[in-house]
């Protein structure tokens, strides 16, 4: 084992406790997993999604995999779309998001009863009656039964958990990096070895 690899492996025995070194015959060159494998990931998701639930959007699976990632950095539906290019894609990114089940806080807070709309909506009520006996427009009762559709949904099928599992799988590459970038190791990161946790 040479001098590199050997302070390396040292170094990632030091960042956790629950992290072993493992020898691989091919060199990683680089982090543990690059943006491309992760934007390849989020992609595979994305169209699973797009088949299974006919979701029509203008953006591109390479655009809803950056929603996707954009999402979980905390990004609004806003500056998710400046940095697709478009500022007035806003709403579009927003109705996309909706449709790949990722949810804010204020999405699930309608402007009426909830209970009382599912009521409604079970007893096979039209959208023109629903909105009348909860005082809102007729958009509103659309724009919320496809929040609450896709809500069950997601509690349902899981696609959340494997969008979560990719991105906590960057942000653990991520942070290795970073730790090796701030003790001066970036010269060692070419290396035979691989981390994996216990």
Known sequence: MSDKTEQLKELFLKI???TKVVEKQATLHGDLKGSEEIESRLQVVVSDMAQRYNIQTKLTPQQLAAVVRLFYKGLSDTEIAEQLGDRALNKTVS????????????DLKPPFEK???LRL??????????SERLGV???TISEYKN????????ERDGFTKRFEDIISDQDVSERMVTHISKDGLQDTMDTDYETAEA
Do not use: D
């Open 121 to 130: 909506s079970a007893a096979g009520h039209s959208v023109k009656e629903m």
């Open 115 to 117: 209970q009382e709309f």
């Open 137 to 139: 427009a007729p958009s």
């Open 16 to 18: 956790s406790s629950s």
């Open 147 to 154: 929040i609450f559709e896709c809500q069950a949904a997601a």
């Open 95 to 106: 109705r996309a998001r909706i449709k790949l089940h990722l949810f804010r806080e204020s």
